[in-house]
DNA sequence: CTGGTCTCCTGATCGC
DNA sequence: TGCGATCAGGAGACCA
């Protein structure tokens, strides 16, 4: 569900009340959303081949109970809780993660699909609220990190922050694959931050056919590109993120930017720019949206003469 | 190595 | 109204 703006909006939303305070006391309610340092890669339960494999145990400390809360960084879309200690807690909120901060003395039910939650201290030791991280379709996931170091061993997989792309770091990161620029843009060790709603506006804004392969952007594409990247991610960031069904922020509140959206649901509608009718594509498993006139297919050289659609069409 | 496909899971929506 | 098929904002595993 979230991208960037979706995540950065709720770690800001999270930070005044989490920052400063001491958890003092964490509920995991189902261990297979944790992934504990020496578990399989992508948790234990993640994996068809290795879902019988024990997990490992937890401490108090994993969850952070018992620390004081330090920060809240984000890269991409994963966000850290990191505590005074250095251990940390690194979000994934997948497809339809969320992550609340519920007051004190907050009496609504909870709802199906909570699977942590942390009681929170202020400074005096008296309660600050809850943070409850909930995850119906159960896609994103809690990564325990034990120390400073392994924190940025994990970002050290990704790619540049997506809120500050540079032509540059763009430029050196596609210049070294020839996938679809869209299949690019969507892996996070490429450019972290973009996924399929802000993939399809960035290329509508800089006028890019999602399926021109990443090694063959002009110079003044990759610039554009650059700057539609983080024109879109901006713009999405100052009304609250893109609500489509899920994304609330960490006060509850629904983000405004699915009205702004150019081209992201918006199949068989005319382009806001030129009124043709907008085309869906199928590209790298993910439904894709552009305008066949101000995002041209790029006329490719026919390797060996004969030519392969690279995209189909739905 | 690279890049394409499958899969994990729940729930909303659509067509019949 | 009921029911099955299809589709979702992600990304790791697996395969050629």
Known sequence: MPELPEVEHT????????????????????????????????????????????????TRADLLAGERIARLDRRGKQLAIVADSGR???????????????????????????????????????????????????????????????????????????????PHDLAARLAATRRPIKAALLDQSTIAGVGNIYADESLFLARIHPATPADRLTADQVAALAAAI???????????????????????????????????????????????????????QRTTVACPSCQPEPRLPRAGGRGRRVITRR
């Open 11 to 58: 770690r800001r939303t999270l930070e005044p009340h989490l920052v400063g305070r001491t958890v003092v006391a964490a509920r995991l309610l189902r261990r297979d959303i944790a992934v504990a340092p020496g578990d399989p890669p992508g948790g234990f339960s993640r994996s068809r081949t290795r879902r019988h494999d024990a997990p490992r145990r937890l």
């Open 88 to 166: 940390a807690l690194l979000v994934h909120l997948g497809m339809t993660g969320h992550l609340a901060w519920r007051p004190p003395g907050d009496r609504a039910p909870a709802p199906p699909h909570v699977h942590a939650t942390w009681t929170l201290a202020d400074a005096r030791g008296r309660d600050a609220g809850r943070l409850i991280f909930r995850d119906p379709r159960r896609f994103g996931g809690l990564w325990i990190l034990r120390s400073p170091e392994d924190l940025a061993a994990r970002w050290a997989a990704l790619g540049p922050d997506a809120l500050t792309i540079t």
């Open 230 to 284: 983080r024109q879109v991610l901006h713009e999405s960031l100052d009304a609250g993120g893109s609500t489509l069904r899920d994304y609330l922020d960490a006060t509850g509140r629904a983000g405004a930017y699915q009205d702004a959206h150019r081209v992201y649901g918006r199949a068989g509608l005319p382009c806001p720019a030129c009124g043709t009718t907008l085309l869906a594509l199928r590209l790298g």
